[in-house]
């Protein structure tokens, strides 16, 4: 996809990681071009079934809530699982620089969970949820950041 003006091009090869608790989102910029590039997700079931609580509300609603420990497991392990994709993706030399948008609350974990040589190449962090939104309006907000 063509990156319009009066959006700035990327001179370098640029991986940006769009992040959740549990998705990633990988786009490749370089000069005006913007191209998908994957996704990597943790899925929260187990194997017994134990990570949830469901039931009916009074009202005759059906509501299901994930065990807050599992969830936090999950989260630690994705944030893992997205190092790993990232160390991997800089070793196959995909990109010379990285930015990530991740939750606010997360944004310590997901960088200390980096490898000192991707840690190197983060060039901007933006503390949002992104990951539902078209591209153009993550480049535009991480723009309006930098």
């Known amino acids: 996809m063509h990156i319009p003006e009066p959006l ?3 001179e370098k090869p640029t991986l ?3 992040c959740d608790n549990e998705h990633a989102r990988f786009f490749l910029l ?8 994957g996704e990597i997700y943790v899925d ?4 017994d079934g134990n990570d949830r609580t469901s039931g009916i509300t009074s009202g005759g609603g059906h509501f299901a809530e994930m065990n807050e420990k599992l969830e ?8 893992k699982l997205l190092a790993q994709e990232l160390h ?8 010379e620089e990285l ?7 997360r944004i310590h974990e997901f960088v200390d969970g980096l490898h000192n040589d991707v840690r190197a190449r983060l060039i901007l962090m933006v503390g949002k949820t992104l990951t539902k939104e078209p591209i153009l309006e993550v480049l535009e907000r991480i723009q309006k950041t930098a």
């Not at 370089?30 to 590039?37: F, G, L, N, P, Y």
């Not at 929260?44 to 194997?47: D, L, Y």
């Open 72 to 79: 936090d497991q999950s989260e630690r392990h994705f944030a």
């Open 16 to 18: 940006l990681a769009v």
């Open 8 to 10: 700035q091009a990327y």
């Open 30 to 37: 370089q000069d005006r071009e913007s191209t998908e590039e």
């Open 44 to 47: 929260h079931a187990s194997e």
């Open 88 to 95: 991997r993706r800089f070793q196959t030399k995909e990109y």
């Open 99 to 105: 930015i990530m948008t991740v939750p606010e609350p």
